[in-house]
Structure formats: structure tokens, C-alpha cells
């Protein structure tokens, strides 16, 4: 019953501060009101940063698809079209050597289809070729035809590259989807951080104009009052500077809203001239985030859980592929096909002889001084290394969401007592100005009252902004829309 009452309470208070806002902007032509949730919706759509995210997920995008790519067969046309070559060369012969000139045409053209296997990390190839040699000097022309070749080639003790691609490319993608994700919430943050910047910009250029007209008022009565001899000239003298200092503060309000307002609009990236009239973002639904939740969220949500996971499986590829290189390794390679050649190209069909190959090549290093099991202890040193920064990483991340959910969770009641402290400023504020024209307190009290009245009203917005901004930067964390309690989630297709 008290928070309701402190809620509605709080939504009084803004909405006194937006009827005030609303009388200085009604004097405006062509302004443009946005609330927080429109800021962040331009800045998602139309923001530098939002661009940038967008480019580098459309990268990973096909980064992702030119490796899955590699897993599907490779169709290659190659060929020569001609090949000419007139030319004397030496030719040796059992009796010796002897020079004979060579006046000839070749075309030739092949067709090929690779087929990786990730599983065992060989390939299975077919091929087919087609030449016709045109022979000037004899003045004759023949055909050879490969007509079919099966090749399969299979390194039997390395290192298998794509089984590790397999397990850490999919990571890689999941990683940057999450990124991308983040980035936007990112945006939020930011958009959140320059929304209040401009908004307390705003508020203080409105404050310190209601200064300015109340300390001019208060220094023509004090005026008539001196004439008459009610007060002395030193509260005149008083009253006379409050007056030159808000006429000051005026044109330094102005132009740090000018400036607030210009980082504002080059990041959301709006063109138009209009005025930028924003609107106070209230608490309507406020709620309670819990801490183990929040971390359990950001481990199953976050690219930086995710990014823990793959960089413990780089490492341990990496010893893998120590273990190795450099050791025994074995290849088999095994060709089977068909050819022919003949003068007329109808023939080629006929009889074809048939192609074998097959060969197991080793290698086996006799004596490497150590140098592969040095190589097996460095890389099995840093997976060790990696593994305890990681334990370390987990742990400041844990304790990092539940600062954030506490400062999150703090930050309501903050919001609430500096709400109900300005509207008790504002209050003591008008009390003080009427006992000052009746003479009954100093220049001094109201002098303090005026600017406790102007302190209160900054610290609400600045409460109100750090509570937005808490709540951004824990949804950044965790990829958990808190509010609506779900995952937040992105439709990627219209991403590419």
C-alpha cells in the first residue's frame, strides 16, 4: 500500500514537471516531443552504431555460410582455349640428342566435382577431361578423353581441421548473433544516457529562466521598498547579483542545451530543424529483479557465457594439433578411371583402358630433438592458462550482474525520495519567497531555499535517468526483457 502511494505520488510529481515543460513549449512552433522508448526505437533503426551492428552481423552472416560451403560439393570447369605452341626443342634419344620443331594447336576442357568429408577430413573427387591436338606439321589431329576418374584422397594421423571447425564455427555464429543482439541494447544505453542528458539540459535551462524572471521581480520590489527605507541597501545589493548571476546562468543553460541537443541529434541522426521537446519517462509497472535469475539468464543468453565455452575448445584444438604435427603421419590416395584417345572423337567410347593408382605415403621423424613435445607442452601450458582466466572471468561476471540487479533493484526508492524531496523543495521554495516579501526572513534563506529548490528538481532527473539506465544496461547483461519477463529476441532474416 505505501509503494502505491509513493508510485502515484511519483507520477504526480512528473506530471507537475510536464505541465511546467508544456508552458515553455507552447510559445514553440514545430516541435518535435519524443518520449524514451521513441528515442531508442530511431536510434535502433537509424543510429551510426545501429548501422555498424547491422554490417558486422551481415559479416558473420556469411562468414558462417561461406564455411558451411565448404561442406558441399565443388563444381570446377577449367581449360585451355587454344593452347599454340611453335617452337624447336631438344629431344633426348637413346643414341643421343637431336632438336625437332614443333607446330602445334591444343583445346582442351575438364570437369571436376570435390566432395569434402568433414568427418574423417579427406575428400572424394570425379573428374572428366576432353584435348584435341592439332599437329601442323604432320598435319594430323587426335582426341584423348578422360572419361571418368573416382579419386579418393585420406590423410590417416594429422590433424583434422574440419571436425574442430564443425564444433567451433556454429559457436562462432551463435556468438555473434547474441553480439549483434547486444549491441543493440547497447544502443539503448546510449540513446538512454544522451534522452536524459538533453532532458536535464532542458529542465535546467527552464529553471534557471524561472530565476531569472523571479529574482527580476523580487528585485523591483526590493527597489521600491529601499526608496521607501523598509530594507537596506546591502539586501538590495544582495538581490541585485542573484539577478546578474541567473541572467548568466541563463546563457550557460542555453548553450549546453544547445550542445545536448546537437549529441543527441547527430546520434539518432535527425535531420530536421525542428525543436526537440522531451518527455519524462515515468514508473508505472515497477518491478523487482532477481539476482540468481539474472545470472542464470546471462549465462544461458549472454555471447560473453557463450564466448567462455568456445575459448576453452580453441585451446584444446590447439593441443590437438600439436599432438599431431610433427609426428607419424600417413596419407592414402586411390584413383580409379577410364580413358581413350583415337583420331576421330566417335571412337573415344570404344574400349576405353582403364586407370588405376593407389599409394600410402608416411612420414615418421626420427629425431626431432624435442621440438614436437616441446610444442605439446606450450599449447597444453596456455589451455591450462585459459582454462583458470576463465574460472576467473566467471566469477567477476556473476558478481558483476549481481551489482548491477541490486543497483537495478536500490535505484526505485531513489527515484521516489528524490521525487517527493523536490516536491517538498518546491514547497519550501514559494513558502520562503512569500515570508521574504513580507519581510519576515533574509536574502540569505531565500537564497538557500531557491537553490535547494534547483538542486531537488536536478537530482529527480538525475535519479530517474540513472534508474533507465540501470535497467538497460542489465537487459545489455542478461538479453532479458525484465519488464515483460522473456528473452529478448530478434527476427535476423530482416537483418540480410
Same mark, same amino acid.
Given at each position: 500500500?505505501?509503494?502505491?502511494?509513493?508510485? %502515484?505520488?511519483?507520477?504526480?510529481?512528473?506530471?507537475?514537471?510536464?505541465?511546467?515543460?508544456?508552458?515553455?513549449?507552447?510559445?514553440?512552433?514545430?516541435?518535435?516531443?519524443?518520449?524514451?522508448?521513441?528515442?531508442?526505437?530511431?536510434?535502433?533503426?537509424?543510429?551510426?552504431?545501429?548501422? @555498424?551492428?547491422?554490417?558486422?552481423?551481415?559479416?558473420?552472416?556469411?562468414?558462417?555460410? &561461406?564455411?558451411q560451403a565448404k561442406y558441399l560439393p565443388s563444381l570446377t570447369l577449367n581449360g585451355s582455349l587454344p593452347s599454340f605452341d611453335k617452337s624447336i626443342n631438344r629431344i633426348r634419344?637413346?643414341?643421343?640428342?637431336?632438336?625437332?620443331?614443333?607446330?602445334?594447336?591444343?583445346?582442351?576442357?575438364?570437369? &571436376? /566435382? *570435390?566432395?569434402?568429408?568433414?568427418?574423417?577430413?579427406?575428400?572424394?573427387? /570425379?573428374?572428366?577431361?576432353?584435348?584435341?591436338?592439332?599437329?601442323?606439321?604432320?598435319?594430323?589431329? &587426335?582426341?584423348?578423353?578422360?572419361?571418368?576418374? /573416382? !579419386?579418393?584422397?585420406?590423410?590417416?594421423?594429422?590433424?583434422?581441421?574440419?571436425?574442430?571447425e564443425r564444433k567451433l564455427e556454429p559457436m562462432l555464429y551463435e556468438e555473434s548473433r547474441k553480439s549483434y543482439i547486444e549491441d543493440m541494447e547497447q544502443i539503448s544505453l546510449t540513446a538512454t544516457n544522451l534522452f536524459f542528458n538533453l532532458l536535464l539540459a532542458q529542465i535546467q535551462e527552464q529553471i534557471v529562466r524561472i530565476n531569472e524572471a523571479n529574482y527580476d521581480t523580487l528585485y523591483? *520590489?526590493?527597489?521600491?521598498?529601499? %526608496?521607501?527605507?523598509?530594507?537596506?541597501?546591502?539586501?538590495l545589493l544582495q538581490l541585485e547579483l542573484q539577478y546578474l548571476r541567473a541572467s548568466s546562468a541563463v546563457k550557460d543553460a542555453e548553450?549546453?542545451?544547445?550542445?545536448?541537443?546537437?549529441?543527441?541529434?547527430?546520434?539518432?541522426? *535527425?535531420?530536421?530543424?525542428?525543436?526537440?521537446?522531451?518527455?519524462?519517462?515515468?514508473?508505472? %509497472?515497477?518491478?523487482?529483479?532477481? !539476482?540468481?535469475?539474472? /545470472? @542464470?539468464?546471462?549465462?544461458?543468453? &549472454?555471447?560473453?557465457?557463450?564466448?567462455?565455452?568456445?575459448?576453452?575448445? =580453441?585451446?584444446?584444438?590447439?593441443?590437438?594439433?600439436?599432438?599431431?604435427?610433427?609426428?607419424?603421419?600417413? =596419407?592414402?590416395?586411390?584413383?580409379?578411371g577410364l580413358s581413350n584417345n583415337d583420331e576421330y572423337i566417335r571412337y573415344l567410347n570404344d574400349n576405353p583402358s582403364d586407370q588405376q593408382h593407389f599409394e600410402l605415403g608416411i612420414s615418421l621423424p626420427i629425431l626431432d630433438w624435442g621440438v614436437a613435445r616441446g610444442k605439446i607442452k606450450m599449447a597444453e601450458s596456455n589451455q591450462e592458462i585459459v582454462r583458470t582466466t576463465i574460472e576467473q572471468e566467471q566469477i567477476d561476471f556473476n558478481q558483476e550482474i549481481f551489482l548491477k540487479v541490486s543497483r537495478f533493484n536500490m535505484q526505485y526508492n531513489q527515484v521516489l525520495i528524490s521525487a517527493k524531496a523536490d516536491t517538498v523543495a518546491q514547497k519550501g521554495y514559494e513558502i520562503t519567497k512569500a515570508r521574504y516579501l513580507i519581510g519576515k526572513i533574509s536574502i540569505t534563506d531565500l537564497n538557500i531555499a531557491q537553490t535547494e529548490s534547483d538542486n531537488s528538481k536536478s537530482n529527480f532527473i538525475n535519479s530517474l535517468g540513472t534508474y533507465w539506465r540501470n535497467y538497460y544496461d542489465l537487459r545489455r547483461m542478461t538479453l532479458y526483457d525484465w519488464e515483460r519477463n522473456e528473452p529478448i529476441m530478434v527476427d535476423y532474416k530482416d537483418l540480410l
Open positions: 500500500m505505501k509503494k502505491k502511494c509513493f508510485s %502515484n505520488f511519483l507520477n504526480i510529481q512528473i506530471l507537475i514537471i510536464l505541465i511546467g515543460s508544456a508552458v515553455v513549449a507552447q510559445s514553440q512552433e514545430n516541435v518535435v516531443r519524443l518520449t524514451l522508448q521513441d528515442a531508442i526505437e530511431i536510434a535502433k533503426k537509424q543510429s551510426p552504431d545501429a548501422l @555498424m551492428a547491422k554490417h558486422k552481423f551481415r559479416a558473420s552472416y556469411w562468414q558462417y555460410r &561461406s564455411y634419344l637413346e643414341e643421343g640428342s637431336i632438336f625437332s620443331q614443333s607446330n602445334e594447336n591444343s583445346l582442351s576442357a575438364g570437369l &571436376s /566435382i *570435390i566432395q569434402q568429408i568433414g568427418l574423417t577430413g579427406g575428400n572424394i573427387s /570425379i573428374n572428366s577431361s576432353f584435348e584435341r591436338l592439332d599437329n601442323f606439321i604432320l598435319d594430323s589431329t &587426335s582426341y584423348n578423353a578422360t572419361l571418368l576418374n /573416382i !579419386a579418393f584422397r585420406q590423410p590417416l594421423f594429422t590433424f583434422n581441421t574440419f571436425r574442430w523591483k *520590489i526590493a527597489e521600491g521598498r529601499f %526608496n521607501l527605507g523598509k530594507i537596506a541597501e546591502n539586501d548553450l549546453d542545451l544547445e550542445n545536448q541537443r546537437f549529441r543527441f541529434k547527430s546520434f539518432l541522426r *535527425i535531420q530536421e530543424e525542428s525543436e526537440i521537446e522531451l518527455i519524462i519517462p515515468t514508473l508505472i %509497472n515497477p518491478f523487482m529483479v532477481d !539476482a540468481s535469475r539474472a /545470472i @542464470m539468464e546471462a549465462r544461458a543468453n &549472454s555471447s560473453v557465457a557463450l564466448a567462455f565455452t568456445r575459448r576453452l575448445m =580453441e585451446a584444446e584444438s590447439t593441443v590437438a594439433q600439436a599432438k599431431y604435427n610433427g609426428r607419424f603421419d600417413a =596419407e592414402l590416395f586411390a584413383l580409379y
